[in-house]
């Protein structure tokens, strides 16, 4: 399932590998996930400095990504759920990422 293959894309290790159970994936992680993993390349991409992402196909992030790796939601509960991890749309390149201190 995917689930497993977030875990051994982070971990490097197969389920029987693992010594202890592992706890929920965290959304940061399963954002990096979807990011890296090649499945959803045209539907997301990260910046050419890789300090942030672009959510280029929203119709495809809301109906493929979310309900695979996020749970079933709309895309504005997922844009809230970004805002309460420290992530900001960033005006100039309508791109997301960590706010700057």
């Not at 977030?6 to 990096?32: D, N, S, W």
């Not at 942030?52 to 844009?79: H, Q």
């Amino acid at each position: 399932d995917l689930h497993e293959k977030m875990l051994e894309f982070f971990t490097g290790l197969k389920r029987h590998e693992r010594k202890v159970k592992q706890r929920a994936i965290k959304l940061p992680m399963k954002l990096m996930y979807a990011l890296e993993c090649d499945q959803f390349d045209e539907i997301m991409s990260w910046s050419g400095d890789g300090r942030s992402f672009a959510i280029n196909d929203k119709d495809g992030f809301e109906y493929r990504v979310l309900p695979a790796l996020f749970k079933p939601s709309k895309f504005e509960s997922f844009i809230r759920k970004l805002c309460r991890w420290g992530f900001a749309k960033r005006r100039a390149s309508g791109r997301y990422g960590q706010e700057e201190t």
